[in-house]
């Protein structure tokens, strides 16, 4: 089992939707990530998450931790979101804690 | 424009070569990092380093070396190259106490 898991895989939306992607991991964190992944490869980083919740124009975080979960919620959904958005946990204190990286969702917001 | 500049963005090398892959960053970030991406994984951490003169391994570190001479500048050398190492490599910053990271551009790597 992974130790940074993400649902869906794949997810296609009608643009407007409201969009939820779900990050489960199995160990202790001090922080979580989420980026996103754009089709020619760059990878941009959305937010960093220690507790409650971050909001970034359409774009909201949440994390758990007494559940280990975080969710990256987008709303008004738009084609122009459609990349791969990534969740990865940073085990220590300091950059120098190592971050495991999930699989990354595939969105595909059409119009 | 400041961030994380990654040289070459594409690359093909015969099995045995070597080369160095270079990433070099303007914000005075202490930690840099060295990931590769592969199909179905997530990113993989390679190696990494906290400051000049200080390195130290990642998850996937065999058959990849790095040195960190100054703060700017943190190369990848692949010693003997594998069609294993067939990925897409990226380098990345942050400040010490862990705040968001940077990434750079990416290298499409094929070893034939």
């Known amino acids: 089992k992974n130790e940074v898991e993400q649902s869906p895989q794949n997810l296609t939306a009608q643009e407007g939707e409201f969009i939820t992607i779900n990050c489960s991991y199995s160990?202790?964190?001090?922080?979580l990530h989420w980026l996103q992944q754009h089709p020619g490869g760059g990878i941009v980083s959305l937010f960093m998450?220690?507790?409650g919740k971050k909001k970034h124009g359409r774009l909201i975080a949440t994390i758990n931790i007494q559940e280990k979960h975080s969710s990256l919620h987008i709303t008004a959904s738009h084609p122009r979101d459609s990349v791969v958005y990534i969740c990865?946990?940073?085990?220590?204190?300091?950059?120098?804690?190592?971050?495991?990286f999930g699989e990354g969702t595939q969105l595909t917001v059409n119009p | 424009n400041a961030g994380v500049t990654q040289t070459p963005k594409f690359q093909v090398l015969k099995t045995g070569q070597s080369m160095t892959l270079q990433c070099a960053q303007d914000m005075n970030h202490e930690y840099m990092s060295w990931y590769r991406q592969d199909p179905g994984m997530g990113l993989r951490l390679i190696h990494y380093s906290v400051g000049a003169g200080i390195t130290d391994q990642g998850e996937v570190p065999n058959g990849y070396n790095v040195s960190r001479s100054t703060t700017e500048d943190f190369p990848l050398r692949l010693l003997s190259a594998a069609p294993s190492q067939t990925s897409v490599y990226f380098c990345?910053?942050?400040?010490?106490?862990?705040?968001?990271?940077?990434f750079g551009s990416g290298t499409r790597l094929t070893v034939v």
């Open positions: 990345a910053s942050s400040s010490p106490w862990g705040g968001l990271y940077t």
């Open positions: 160990v202790g964190i001090s922080a």
């Open positions: 990865a946990v940073r085990s220590g204190e300091t950059s120098g804690s190592r971050l495991t």
């Open positions: 998450l220690s507790s």
